[in-house]
């Protein structure tokens, strides 16, 4: 198990340019300006390598968070009690739960595929996820989709 992954909350005037092009070079993808990847990088200057790079690292953030629905992906051992904990955790942030599914354990290891609504009582999201990801028995966990 690697190290739990750290976030920060920075200006943007502190960003690195290249950053900020995957930002929005994925607006651009989300809004539907731009139908294919390729398009949205050659739009905003950036490589391809580049976006596949930082595509997964780097969302924009917004205080008016209320309301908002993350949708996470994690790999856990198939282990008693394990999915009850993660769930615990959500419930201790008072984020609402809106869609849970959990894969069939291959080898020992489930795919939990989850969606939370961030609500105004909602605790620090960042601190959610690393909390999620120094669970024992969890080995990942990715926000994969953000609305």
């Known amino acids: ?3 739990a992954a750290k976030y920060y909350v ?16 994925k607006r651009l993808l989300e809004s539907e300006k731009a139908e294919t990847i390729q398009e949205a990088v050659d739009d905003v200057g950036i490589s ?52 849970i599914h959990q894969s069939i354990p291959i080898n020992g290891i489930a795919s939990l595929s989850i969606s939370i609504q961030i609500l105004q009582r909602t605790g620090n999201v960042s601190r959610m ?14 926000m994969i989709a953000k609305e």
């Open 10 to 25: 920075i200006r943007e005037k502190a960003v690195p340019e290249v950053l900020l092009k995957v930002v929005e070079a």
């Open 48 to 99: 391809r390598s580049s976006f596949y790079k930082y595509k997964d690292d780097i969302f924009q953030f917004h205080d008016n968070s209320q309301g908002t629905t993350i949708t996470l992906t994690l790999q856990m051992e198939d282990e008693p009690g394990l999915l009850s904990d993660v769930l615990k955790v959500i419930a201790e942030y008072q984020a609402n739960i809106l869609t």
């Open 1 to 3: 198990m690697g190290e």
């Open 129 to 142: 996820l690393e909390v999620l990801e120094e669970q024992k028995g969890v080995h990942h966990v990715k």
